[in-house]
């Protein structure tokens, strides 16, 4: 099983970042995927989840709005757009895979500053 994130960066406040989380190894439509982030000197927080059924997505309060999670279950890639990002949301980005067990891919930092 693999899971890797890419697309990360320095971007400054206002500007905009999509992430991307290629996956192997797994049936990728069965599997709900989801993102979590982690900033310096805090836990893990969950941010979006797309799930494998409906495709219905659900996000966190902090980044509703602003960031949009969307998968392409021929690609067996999971995306996460950013758009008008501040500096609070500086964090390595995780992707996830869950059905019976659960998955984390490596991390890619995002760093939002002027």
């Known amino acids: 099983v693999q899971l890797v994130e890419s697309g990360g960066g320095l971007v400054q406040p206002g500007g905009s970042l999509r992430l991307s989380c290629a996956t192997s190894?797994?049936?990728?439509?069965?599997?709900?995927m989801s993102w979590h982030r982690q900033a310096p000197g805090k836990g893990r927080e969950w941010v979006a989840t797309?799930?494998?059924?409906?495709?219905?997505?659900n996000y966190a309060d902090s980044v509703k709005g602003r960031f949009i999670i969307f998968r392409d279950n021929a690609k067996n890639t999971v995306y996460l757009q950013m758009n008008s990002l501040k500096p609070e949301d500086t964090a390595v980005y995780y992707c996830t895979a869950r059905d019976k067990l659960v998955y984390w891919g490596q991390g890619t930092q995002v760093t939002v500053s002027s």
């Open positions: 797309s799930t494998s059924t409906s495709g219905s997505t």
């Open positions: 190894g797994f049936t990728f439509r069965t599997y709900a």
